[in-house]
């Protein structure tokens, strides 16, 4: 093995072994796997503000080509008629993401392990 690879290769397999905190509660869940959670936070926050830009450009677009109103007047319009954002929605969201694919990845576990002979 190589003398550069040696570090990179011992701090990945640090990263993977399972945090004593949640060792303790008997979940086998490691460094690499909570960094990866906040990076799928921190990107589905960003798609999430990403999209309810463009959509308040859009009604702001519409708005000004019908109505006489533009700049920041044109802009409070469009906030007026953009819909507020829901905590059910968001609810309903973050249990669609976070099971959603556990309901993915079991269905498709169970499949192959049911398709398995002995």
């Not at 990179?8 to 993977?16: E, S, T």
């Not at 490691?30 to 309810?52: K, N, P, T």
Request: hydrophobic content about 40%; some cysteine; overall charge positive.
């Amino acid at each position: 093995m190589s003398l550069v690879l040696a570090p990179v290769i011992a701090l990945y397999n640090y990263g993977l072994k399972p945090l004593p905190v949640f060792t303790w509660l008997g979940l086998p869940i490691s460094a690499l796997d909570v960094a990866g959670a906040l990076r799928l936070a921190v990107a589905s926050r960003q798609h999430r503000e990403l999209y309810h830009e463009h959509h308040v450009t859009k009604v702001t677009n519409h708005k000004g080509r019908s109505g006489k109103a533009s700049g920041k007047a044109q802009r409070g319009a469009a906030d007026e008629t953009v819909e507020p954002r829901s905590r059910v929605r968001d609810f309903v969201a973050t249990l669609v993401t976070v099971h959603g694919g556990e309901a993915i990845v079991g269905a498709s576990q169970c499949k192959l392990s049911c398709c398995r002979t002995n």
